[in-house]
């Protein structure tokens, strides 16, 4: 066996008024830039952090310009607005989004070079960012507990990694939860769901990532319904966002699989949102990957609250899948992109894409192509 690593350096909050955590942890002297977007402010989410921040540091500017899906350009705009103010501290509220370009922020204010360096170049960040504090409004995207940002460029999602993007604490505030609308809940809590499924069974797993993924499932199965139907059940949103937490470090330690590859194309060439797509082909890649390790998915059929004392690994792994689909369907989420397929020849490069993609590696079964491609091709006509 080689030698692993698990690694984190990353104070976590949780709980009802978590956000008030930022007066612990900013001083007086700082500086502050909060980076999100023009639909947290308008929700007045954004207030509910100012208002903990304001008279409390020097300085206070929200950079509220990053986009659905963050470009190299909102990187380069939130750092020029964060040297104009010259902020000492980073405060991200938000999705992955705001949370991956604040992490680029905070080390592109402190390391020399242009994003593009530590991108594509890959140089290694030398020196510590800015300190970095992150507020998830979503549960899902998991960026606040990983050493990883993504950012589009050159047409494509390029990630960037290194221990320098972990943040200084991330604030698991429900309060700032509630008002995510139901469909957003359900694909994101899907995603949070695909990272933990997938870091279960994926090649890089290892005790550390499998206690935190399993208990993400478990939490997933006990709060994702509740916080889809009611959006202001602060329990089952303090639930969730802890399952996206978890999730988020097990996988970004563990690797990913098969489903997020191929969300990848479906994303990049589609505009499917990434929990949706990980949510249709989360069933799929299970059924792929079962007689890989069908004991991996028996254990997490119990974790989905599945009775599988009496099954066969085979059986119980079975039952997982049908949990999922199960789960699917409650949060409205449609089973297919059938109506999405623009042209029948994209099944063919989307495949090509998804195997290519550096996670599929850790998928615990190889993929081929040939594959890929009937999975895509299930994924436009699949139904129940
Ligand atoms: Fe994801």
């Not at 992955?96 to 204010?109: C, E, I, Q, R, Y």
């Not at 119990?302 to 009496?310: C, F, H, M, R, S």
Request: proline share 5%; charged share 20%; hydrophobic share 50%.
């Amino acid at each position: 066996m080689p030698v692993q690593r698990f690694f984190l350096s990353t104070e976590f909050s949780f709980g009802p008024g978590a956000r008030k955590e930022l007066t612990r942890l900013v001083q007086a002297e700082d500086r502050v830039i909060i980076i999100t977007d023009a639909g947290l402010v308008k929700a007045g989410v954004v207030a509910m952090v100012e208002e903990v921040l304001q008279g409390r540091v020097a300085g206070l500017e929200v950079f509220s310009q990053v986009s659905v899906n963050p470009h190299a350009a909102d990187v380069e705009a939130a750092c020029r607005a964060a040297r104009t103010c010259g902020a000492t501290a980073v405060v991200a509220v938000g999705g992955g989004s705001p949370m991956d370009v604040a992490k680029m922020v905070s080390v592109l204010l402190t390391n020399p070079g242009t994003l593009a360096d530590y991108q594509w170049e890959r140089k290694p960040f030398t020196r510590p960012g800015l300190k970095l504090i992150v507020l998830p409004t979503t549960a899902g995207t998991g960026s606040e507990g990983t050493a990883t940002a993504v950012i589009i460029d050159r047409d494509t999602k390029q990630g960037i990694v290194g221990d320098e993007l972990l943040p200084r604490a991330a604030l698991l505030d429900p309060e700032l939860m509630a008002s995510l609308p139901p469909a957003i809940t359900a694909t994101t809590g899907m995603d949070a769901l695909t990272h933990a499924v997938e870091a279960l069974v994926a090649r890089g797993a290892n005790p550390f990532t499998n206690a935190l993924a399993a208990e993400a499932v478990r939490l997933i199965a006990k709060y994702l319904r509740r916080a889809f139907a009611c959006g202001d059940d602060l329990e089952a949103r303090e639930g969730m966002a802890l399952a996206s937490t978890l999730a988020g470090v097990a996988m970004d330690q563990a690797g990913l699989g098969v489903v997020h590859a191929m969300a990848g194309p479906l994303s990049s060439y589609y505009n499917v949102p990434h929990g949706l797509a990980n949510a249709v082909v989360l069933p799929l890649g299970m059924r792929y990957n079962l007689v890989a390790v069908p004991e991996k998915y028996a254990f997490i059929a119990g974790l989905l609250g599945v009775p599988v004392q009496n099954l066969t690994s085979r059986a119980a792994a079975l039952e997982a899948v049908r949990a999922v689909q199960e789960l699917q369907a409650d949060l409205q989420i449609r089973p297919t992109l059938k109506d999405d397929l623009r042209d029948p020849a994209d099944i063919e490069k989307f495949a090509r894409e998804a195997v290519a993609m550096f996670i599929c590696r850790a998928n615990p079964r190889v993929v081929s192509a040939a594959d890929c491609q009937r999975l895509f091709a299930e994924v436009f006509v699949y139904k129940e």
